[in-house]
């Protein structure tokens, strides 16, 4: 299970398959590796005006004498370099000057033919960004992993560490860390196989969980926390993972069975309903509305598999929940048809402010992760309009979203680029809808993201620390039994 070399030998021929192709550089027209004139490509994206400092370097080939000049009100500054890479005092001076506003970028280098110079803006938005980012590094295998970790990271610098991780648990399987409307203080995560459990975190206190019935067709799978901190809406999965034979596809995941249920975190059980134990629907992806009053989910006919994979199409429903009571409705409604679209939904994320829903569309099925045609879509919940996302979609699958704590800004995992490794943008939602260009999480080293051989897996955001670290999760799984469920 653990054979990474072989996996980074795979990993490494494939990577060559890709060298060679030059591209042109823009506005230069000058030959580069890459299609962008920088990497990573920060122009005209809007940023938040607490964000780390936008480290990147400029991708033109035999060119020399690299001036970027930026200005905002009163400030200006000149850096010199084919690397771009700010001092901390003086990137916050440039924030504070230009929040609200643009940051004017002014970038010129010589080259053998000529002088090239362009200039382009970052525009700082005034609404910050939740501080912190939770994430699984992992890399892009299909039915093994090793040295699994999940990050936190801090957005206002480049600060990470470890929140569980291989070296605490032996190398043990976990599942990605997520939020309840980006609280730190009330999270979850899933530690796989034995002495493992759900790690939930509410309140600062951290307890090791069994989320399993008699009556449950397998353990929790998918799910969120309820606002109010007491309840858990949950998928059942029967999980089938299968190699594609033919074509440019690499993996199918699909499900044989799937209902809902929810835990009583209070209460140490697990509510089922027989309108979700039918065998005739598959129903996946619950999560619960800002206001806790409803649950939205994705939810199919159930098929002949894996012969009738490709007319799986998932649509997006709704259902009232009683928090009093933790009971969900009888009736759902069709928020998204799946079928009315030719397409599938998957992974639907309400905004805290209770005004959108993000969820992400595929041709067929239910794990888009390895769909390269996976986009994000915005439903505005107050009108039922639907948004497009034409600037923020691009070739390669984009998925794994969430939003901050305030409902104006989300992250998501895309592919984009080389098709292969799963890294975070963010966006920024205004209140007419329009979303901005995505920007990529920045990091110290210009050239992180050529050197990272792991993917981003389902980047969450935090508006603050989650209070527990590798080492205390190391110490729950080897002293702390699960509590169990019933």
């Not at 580069?32 to 607490?50: K, S």
């Not at 199918?252 to 065998?279: H, K, W």
Request: charged letters at 20%; a negative charge.
């Amino acid at each position: 299970m653990k054979n990474s070399n072989a996996l980074l030998l795979v990993l490494s021929f494939l990577l060559l398959l890709g060298c060679g192709r030059s591209y042109d550089v823009r506005p230069s027209g000058e030959r580069t590796d890459r299609a962008e004139a920088i990497f990573p490509d920060y122009r005209e994206v809007t940023i938040p005006c607490n964000i780390a400092p936008l480290h990147f370097y400029y991708t033109a080939p035999d060119a020399s004498r690299f001036v970027t000049v930026f200005r905002a009100g009163e400030e200006a500054f000149t850096l010199k370099g084919r690397e771009v890479v700010w001092k901390e005092k003086r990137w916050k001076q440039l924030l504070s000057a230009a929040a609200g506003s643009d940051i004017q970028v002014e970038s010129s280098y010589k080259t053998a033919s000529g002088p090239v110079s362009f200039s382009w803006n970052i525009h700082v938005s005034g609404d910050p960004i939740d501080g912190y980012l939770t994430y699984r590094l992992i890399e892009p295998g299909f039915e093994v992993w090793d040295d699994l970790e999940i990050l936190e990271r801090n957005l206002e610098s480049f600060g990470v560490r470890a929140i569980s991780d291989y070296r605490n648990t032996e190398n043990k399987c976990m599942n990605c860390h997520i939020h309840s409307q980006g609280r730190g203080d009330l999270s979850m995560f899933y530690l796989r196989g034995q002495g493992g459990g759900a790690i939930l975190n509410r309140g600062g206190q951290l307890r090791k969980l069994t989320l399993k019935s008699g009556t449950m067709i397998s353990p929790t799978v998918y799910g969120e926390i309820h606002p109010g901190g007491r309840w858990g809406v949950f998928s059942t999965n029967i999980i089938i993972p299968a190699m594609h034979s033919l074509g440019n596809k690499r993996m199918e995941v699909y499900d044989t069975a799937s209902d809902l249920c929810i835990a009583d975190f209070d209460g140490n059980r697990m509510l089922t309903f027989p309108q979700f134990a039918r065998e005739d629907v598959f129903e996946t992806f619950p999560v619960f509305s800002a206001d806790g009053n409803f649950v939205y989910y994705c939810a199919a006919p159930a098929g002949n598999l894996p012969g009738e994979l490709e007319q799986m199409r998932y649509s997006l429903v709704r259902i009232p929940f009683d928090a009093e009571t933790g009971t969900l409705g009888t009736s759902a409604d069709t928020l998204w048809s799946g079928p009315a679209h030719q397409a599938s939904a998957c992974h639907p994320k309400a905004s805290p402010d209770g005004r959108w829903l993000l969820f992400t569309v595929a041709d067929y099925g239910t794990f888009p992760i390895n769909h390269r045609e996976c986009d994000l879509h915005l439903l505005d919940l107050s009108t039922g309009e639907e948004y497009s996302l034409d600037g923020v979609n691009a070739p390669g699958s984009d998925t794994y979203h969430s939003w901050s704590s305030d409902g104006k800004w989300f992250v998501f995992a895309s592919k984009r680029g080389d098709g292969l490794y799963g890294k975070p943008y963010f966006c920024h939602v205004s209140p007419d809808g329009s979303v901005s260009k995505p920007f990529l999480l920045p990091q110290k080293d210009p050239h992180f993201y050529d050197k990272m051989l792991r993917s981003f897996n389902v980047p969450d955001l935090g508006n603050a620390p989650v209070g527990f670290d590798a080492r205390e999760i190391g110490r729950i799984w080897k002293e702390v039994p699960a509590e169990q469920f019933n």
